[in-house]
Each structure stands twice: as structure tokens, then as C-alpha cells.
């Protein structure tokens, strides 16, 4: 079973800055079945990212995803105040079915 | 428009059988690659994905959660059914019931979620 690894825990920035939040999988998976989502204070998660780099329908973009086998990325150029909130990779590989990671909460 | 909208109680006894029911509109059930899965999160912690049912009645469950799952459909009517046996203070959390679709499995619309507490 693969098991996603999200590094910082918390990242405390400013309205403005650029954050990188990081997904390390304990082994090799297709970019095509890696996911980001935000989730925002007392809301459902949201899908941001999919196939690793491609942005979801609504996504602003300011965000960017990249990486491939174990190490992928989100980036958020330039963070608005909406943009603060927790982030989640997801790996969906179908069978058994889906593992996310911890989190990333980014604040203030 | 999609949307799902859980229902279910918001509490149960230990070792009592949760039912939790998704109604969901804006597409159905029986189109290729179209799925319905639930995800639940405890309070202060990470997503948890539970189960999914596929067009086809195809269903999978979470490893290690499987021997107290069952997820069924009705198509007729649009909704999604999950039972977990034998609840347990753990399993206090908020359930989502989240659409799913296409080769890749996105989780693409997510219910609101309803949260349920476990407690005696």
C-alpha cells in the first residue's frame, strides 16, 4: 500500500508570498493518479490539481502542480487571502482505491 | 448542476450499524466511468477514503475497513447507501459522499458531508 508523505506540516506566509507544499509517495506512482485538494475552514475538500499538474476546473492559475514517481509539488504563486486553507495529495490508484496524505495547512 | 447531500444520523451507540445515504443529482449512476465513493474525516485529522460503487456494481472498500462495509446503489432513484457495522467512538468523524469519475477516478463534487458522533 502506498502511503503519502506531505512536508511542512504547517506553512505560515503571508498574503502575497509563494508557497511549495511537498507529496513524497513511499514509492513510484503515475502522475496521472495524483491529486491535490483544498480544503478551507468548516467546508468539504476541493479538487484543485488532478493528474498532477493539471488544474481542475476553477482552479486560479495560481496554482501549479509538477513531479512525477515519489516527489511531487504545489505551488501557489502570489497567495490570496482565500488561499489559506489545507491542502491534501491524493493518490488514487483504483485498487484497493485512494490514500491521501496528512495535510498541509497553510496560514497566516 | 451536480450535487450530493449525505443523510444519516448524527448520533449512534457503540456497536450499533451506521447508515448513511447519498442523493445525488446532476448525473447518473449508470453512465460508463461514473462512480460514487465516501470519505470521512475525524475531527482535527486527514482524509479517509472509505468506499466506492462504480457504474457497473462494481464495489471496493478500504483494506481495513472492509469487513464492516457494505456500499449499494439504487440508480432509480439516485442514491448511494453505506452501512458500517459494529461503530465504534473512532469512527466519530464527518462522511462525505464524493462523485467520482472518469479512468483516473476524480473526485471531482463533494457533498457537504454530515458528521456523526459515536457515544453511549
Known amino acids: 500500500e502506498i502511503v503519502l508523505t506531505q512536508s511542512p506540516g504547517t506553512l505560515s506566509l503571508s498574503p502575497g508570498e509563494r508557497a511549495t507544499l511537498s507529496c513524497r509517495a513511499s514509492?513510484?506512482?503515475?502522475?496521472?493518479?495524483l491529486a491535490w485538494f483544498q480544503q478551507k475552514s468548516g467546508q468539504a475538500p476541493r479538487l484543485l490539481i488532478y493528474?498532477?499538474?493539471s488544474r481542475a476546473t476553477g482552479t486560479p492559475d495560481r496554482f501549479s502542480g509538477s513531479g512525477s514517481g515519489t516527489d511531487f509539488s504545489l505551488s501557489i504563486s502570489g497567495l490570496e487571502p482565500e488561499d489559506f486553507a489545507v491542502y491534501y495529495c491524493?493518490?488514487?490508484?483504483?485498487?484497493?482505491?485512494?490514500?491521501f496524505g496528512p495535510g498541509t495547512k497553510v496560514d497566516l | 448542476q451536480v450535487t450530493l447531500r449525505e443523510s444519516g444520523p448524527a448520533l449512534v451507540k457503540p456497536t450499533q450499524t451506521l447508515t448513511l445515504t447519498c442523493s445525488f443529482s446532476?448525473?447518473?449512476?449508470?453512465?460508463?466511468?461514473?462512480?460514487v465513493g465516501w470519505v470521512r474525516q475525524p475531527p482535527g485529522k486527514a482524509l479517509e477514503w472509505l468506499a466506492r460503487?462504480?457504474?457497473?456494481?462494481?464495489?471496493y472498500y478500504n483494506t481495513s475497513l472492509r469487513t464492516r462495509l457494505t456500499i449499494s446503489k439504487d440508480t432509480s432513484n439516485n442514491q448511494v447507501v453505506l452501512s458500517m457495522t459494529n461503530m465504534d467512538p473512532v469512527d466519530t468523524a464527518r462522511y462525505y459522499c464524493?462523485?467520482?469519475?472518469?479512468?483516473?477516478?476524480?473526485?471531482?463534487?463533494w457533498g457537504q458531508g454530515t458528521t456523526v458522533t459515536v457515544s453511549s
Open positions: 460503487i462504480d457504474w457497473d456494481d462494481d464495489k
Open positions: 446532476g448525473f447518473s449512476l449508470r453512465s460508463s466511468g461514473m462512480c
Open positions: 514509492q513510484s506512482v503515475r502522475s496521472s493518479d
Open positions: 493528474g498532477a499538474s
Open positions: 491524493q493518490h488514487a490508484d483504483g485498487s484497493p482505491g485512494f490514500t
Open positions: 464524493v462523485r467520482i469519475r472518469g479512468i483516473h477516478l476524480l473526485m471531482d463534487v
